[in-house]
């Protein structure tokens, strides 16, 4: 009897597919996924889920408890602060790079993002929003030159996602999000080094802010 042979592009997708629906909010923090529910609604065998939990824990966005299993990973206030401190240090890092290695081209294809962006937030889904702000981010670090620092920024960045509150709860911060693309690409322009970094700042932090307006109403 012949079998389909197990690669690596695999088991990839198969955590690229747990990752996307992870990020689409379609998991909650400290959902547990069992094995079998896994392989029934993936069509994935029991290596290739073991796997791809296993990476998916790797990379911080699941929780693995001996003798019990996988659960989306829930970050304590203190683990947060510390992620966005490591996120804070690495982004302004290449800030500084992106302000002088871009390219005009590559200021441009950012500005197309960002302007999909703006017209999104008006009629756009969540889900649309979702993925502009992905590809949207994903070309500004690349515009940085180092491919290790984009792809360490990208990883912390995933992290961040189980169990964020404060962002885009609300049609305030998601125009403020808006307002600081808008910002970054015209400090960009510009060759604004400081002033880039100052948008990026406010940009990761701003969720402080939207989050505890959220506790005391």
């Not at 304590?76 to 690495?90: A, G, K, P």
């Not at 790079?97 to 999104?120: C, H, K, N, P």
Request: aromatic share 8%.
């Amino acid at each position: 009897m012949e079998t389909t042979p197990l690669t690596f592009d695999s088991l990839n997708d198969l955590s690229r597919e747990i990752r996307s629906d992870l990020f689409a909010g379609k998991y909650s923090p400290g959902d547990w996924l069992k094995q079998t529910d896994v392989e029934q609604r993936y069509g994935a065998n029991r290596f290739e889920v073991r796997m791809a939990l296993n990476e998916l824990a790797v990379r911080g966005l699941l929780e693995h408890i001996q003798n019990r299993g996988y659960r989306i990973a829930s970050h304590s206030s203190i683990q947060r602060d510390q992620l966005y401190e490591v996120r804070t240090i690495m982004e302004l890092a290449a800030c500084r790079l992106i302000v002088v290695r871009a390219t005009q081209e590559q200021i441009d294809s950012f500005g197309v993002l960002v302007a999909q962006f703006d017209t999104a937030v008006e009629v756009g889904s969540r889900e649309e929003l979702r993925v502009i702000n992905f590809r949207l981010h994903e070309a500004f670090y690349a515009m940085a030159g180092n491919t290790l620092l984009a792809e360490e920024i990208r990883q912390n960045r995933e992290r961040g996602i189980p169990g964020r509150t404060g962002t885009w709860d609300t049609v305030a911060s998601l125009r403020a999000s808006n307002a600081d693309h808008i910002a970054m690409l015209d400090t960009l322009r510009n060759r604004d080094a400081e002033g880039l970094c100052a948008v990026v700042y406010r940009h990761l932090n701003q969720w402080r802010a939207f989050s505890t307006s959220a506790a005391t109403e």
